[in-house]
């Protein structure tokens, strides 16, 4: 079985998931490392040239070319956006949400206007937090509230909750 990690950009997905794998002697994925290496480029660069629908669908396109066993992969914070990228990350696996505070996530992320984070012009960090949480919620088979826990006791968390 996969984990699949979703979330906002700087809840953790990649380092929670990097423990998870360790602690499950499981492989790791980061989606966004596979379009970047795919591509050529990095996301705010893809963002920049093509717009965000266009970057969805490139986003959608790489999970869904995607085939692994026995892996945890750490999504883009926009993968769940399409249903394209909602239904792709759902064959891989159980998708499991790392929920945070708005605050809590606005404060890790110091770098908006480079890190490739999917939103439109004029829109505040609140706002697309706003608008995701719901989706999030939505698309979660298991739900993780990380606030205030370390990345070993996150990734100790998701194993209790998916009972394997």
Same mark, same amino acid.
């Given at each position: *079985? &996969?984990i699949?990690?979703?979330?906002?950009?700087g809840?953790g997905? /990649?380092?929670?998931g990097?423990?998870l794998?360790?602690?499950? &002697? *499981?492989?790791?994925v +980061?989606? +966004?490392?596979l379009? =970047?290496?795919?591509?050529?480029?990095?996301?705010?660069?893809?963002?920049n =040239?093509?717009? &965000?629908?266009e970057?969805l669908?490139?986003?959608?396109?790489?999970?869904? /070319?995607?085939?692994?066993?026995?892996c945890? %992969?750490a /999504?883009?914070? /926009?993968?769940?956006? @399409?249903?394209?990228?909602?239904?792709?990350?759902?064959?891989?696996?159980?998708? %499991?949400?790392?929920?945070?505070?708005?605050?809590? !996530? =606005?404060?890790?992320?110091?770098?908006?206007? @480079?890190?490739?984070?999917?939103m439109?012009?004029?829109?505040t960090?609140?706002d697309v937090?706003?608008?995701r %949480?719901?989706?999030?919620?939505?698309?979660? +088979?298991?739900?993780v +509230?990380c606030?205030?826990?370390s !990345?070993?006791e @996150?990734?100790?968390?998701?194993?209790?909750?998916?009972? @394997?």
């Open positions: *079985m &996969n699949v990690l979703i979330g906002m950009p809840c997905k /990649s380092s929670v990097k423990r794998a360790g602690i499950r &002697n *499981m492989k790791f +980061d989606t +966004d490392t379009i =970047e290496k795919k591509t050529g480029k990095n996301l705010q660069r893809i963002i =040239e093509v717009g &965000n629908a970057f669908r490139i986003e959608a396109e790489a999970i869904a /070319s995607l085939e692994c066993e026995n945890v %992969v /999504s883009g914070g /926009s993968a769940v956006l @399409t249903v394209e990228g909602e239904k792709a990350l759902g064959r891989l696996g159980v998708l %499991v949400y790392l929920r945070h505070s708005c605050e809590e !996530i =606005e404060s890790r992320v110091k770098n908006l206007s @480079t890190r490739g984070v999917a439109d012009v004029g829109q960090f609140r937090y706003n608008y %949480v719901e989706i999030y919620e939505r698309a979660a +088979d298991i739900i +509230d606030e205030k826990l !990345i070993y @996150t990734a100790k968390l998701i194993i209790e909750k998916i009972g @394997t």
